[in-house]
């Protein structure tokens, strides 16, 4: 159980074009989804927080208007880069955790993971 | 400022023995503690976590010890076997949050 799929696992586009990917909970509802970044050598690193029907949380420094993220079912969360630049070149994984809509009763259940999506921008 | 760290980059162990992996942590406001294995292209797998109000959790071959006082945490993996050959990231998170702060990983090798 506790399956997380993400797609693409590769992309290679050009700079200025916009890339999709997909990270969808598979035998789970998740309420809250978890997109992260990694940088080579270097820990995971949280961009967003999504939650189902409402607004995605950034945490400080990412920018959300390149960063678009849409969390529209419970099992279906999106992060589109927009007008990629080659700094954005990095590996980007997702998460999503089983909980019910109060926190303390999802409070202690982990995030599972997707494969991650390698974003290669020429 | 890295709130989770695991200052062992790497740690080889041979089969059978147990292996520790190493992880401290500065805020004291973190509440819940995991550790997650991950293989080369792939996403992590979630192993196991604590709350702070236990100081031991075990779950088959895995046991996660933690120290709060001393702010520390600790997996123990035994007997070790060459299919735990992996990268060992752990994470905590505070009071009243979701969001995970991720060490920066060990690589365990295991060898015959």
């Known amino acids: 159980g506790a399956v997380v799929s993400q797609h693409p696992s590769r992309v290679i586009c050009k700079s200025g074009t916009s890339v999709k990917i997909e990270c969808r909970s598979l035998?789970?509802?998740?309420?809250?989804m978890f997109w992260y970044r990694q940088f080579p050598k270097k820990s995971l690193m949280l961009m967003a927080t999504s939650n189902e029907g409402s607004k995605a949380t950034y945490e400080q420094g990412v920018e959300k208007d390149k960063f678009l993220i849409n969390h529209a079912s419970l099992t279906l969360s999106t992060l589109t880069v927009t007008s990629a630049h080659p700094e954005d070149s990095s590996f980007y994984i997702c998460s999503a955790k089983y909980g019910g809509r109060t926190y303390s009763s999802g409070r202690n259940q982990p995030q599972h993971f997707g494969d991650g999506t390698r974003l290669s921008i020429l | 400022d890295q709130q989770v760290k695991q200052n062992s980059p790497s740690l080889s162990v041979q089969e059978g023995r147990i292996s520790i992996l190493n992880c401290d942590y500065t805020n004291s406001m973190f509440d819940y503690f995991l550790w997650y294995k991950k293989y080369p292209a792939e996403g992590p797998t979630f192993l196991i976590s604590?709350?702070?109000?236990?100081d031991k959790n075990e779950d088959g071959r895995f046991t996660v010890f933690l120290n709060k006082s001393a702010k520390h945490l600790s997996l123990h993996i035994v007997p070790s076997q060459p299919g735990d050959s992996a990268v060992y990231f752990c994470?905590?998170?505070?009071?009243?949050?979701?969001?995970?702060?991720f060490g920066t990983g060990t690589r365990l090798q295991v060898f015959p």
């Open positions: 994470a905590a998170s505070e009071v009243n949050t979701d969001k995970l702060i």
């Open positions: 604590i709350s702070s109000i236990k």
């Open positions: 035998d789970f509802q998740a309420t809250t």
